[in-house]
């Protein structure tokens, strides 16, 4: 599985746009991006994954480097409930050979504040 | 739809002790796993189960076990407890796909070792 790298905390101010950076530059080619999140010790939540282009939700926005070395999950008008824990994790398999194994770093603390 | 209900919520036993925390999920989902996350922690791999009968270790396997007699129920059993068990317990399952192997996670059961 690829190494991911995300900074350790961010802030946001409530209505504006989060952009949360991840690196992930021993990614391979099949090999997806996840994003999950986990609010106040709840159990994980998925927000959305991307392969190589870039993919919208209804949470949030994927952006996908062109060399894929990297990526960038924006969430658009941040609200006080996203303040949490976002995970960033690579190296997922397509075709379901990660057998749904996950490996989480420690993640990007995002604080909203009014 | 319940999704992926884990039991007890909350723990508290002895050194030495034994038992057996419960996980189950209603979407039919091939792919089941657990996790414990220390504090400050992202979460690590313990076991995991790619269908009913079928189950292999993960990062941190060493103290429990685990067993797949259904696809609903993946229980995990802690042997003998030990306080360096005390942790957060979280159970997730998924489906197979060739592109989306989004995890469901439950609420958790918050375990301490005393």
């Known amino acids: 599985d690829a190494k991911t790298t995300q900074p350790t905390s961010m802030d946001c101010a409530e209505g504006r746009a989060a952009n949360l950076p991840c690196n992930h530059s021993?990614?391979?080619?099949?090999?997806?991006v996840y994003w999950y999140r986990q609010i106040h010790s709840q159990g994980p939540q998925y927000i959305i994954h991307?392969?190589?282009n870039n993919e919208t939700n209804e949470m949030a926005s994927l952006i996908i480097t062109e060399d894929r070395k990297s990526s960038t999950l924006i969430l658009p008008h941040a609200t006080l409930r996203d303040t949490a824990v976002y995970y960033c994790?690579?190296?997922?398999?397509?075709?379901?050979?990660?057998?749904?194994?996950?490996?989480f770093g420690q993640g990007t603390i995002l604080t909203v504040h009014p | 739809n319940a999704g992926v209900t884990q039991t007890p919520k909350f723990q508290v036993l002895k050194t030495g002790q034994s038992m057996t925390l419960q996980c189950a999920q209603d979407?039919?989902?091939?792919?089941m796993s657990w996790y414990r996350q220390d504090p400050g922690m992202g979460l690590r791999l313990i076991h995991y189960?790619?269908?009913?009968?079928?189950?292999d270790q993960g990062e941190v396997p060493n103290g429990y076990n685990v067993s797949r007699s259904t696809t609903e129920d993946f229980p995990l059993r802690l042997l003998s407890a030990a306080p360096s068990q005390t942790s957060v317990y979280f159970c997730?399952?998924?489906?197979?796909?060739?592109?989306?192997?989004?995890?469901?996670f439950g609420q958790g059961t918050r375990l301490t070792v005393v």
């Open positions: 994790i690579g190296g997922l398999g397509a075709g379901g050979t990660s057998y749904g194994k996950l490996t």
């Open positions: 189960s790619v269908g009913a009968g079928i189950t």
């Open positions: 991307g392969l190589k």
């Open positions: 021993t990614i391979s080619g099949n090999e997806y």
């Open positions: 997730a399952s998924s489906y197979s796909s060739l592109t989306n192997t989004e995890a469901f």
């Open positions: 979407m039919n989902h091939e792919y």
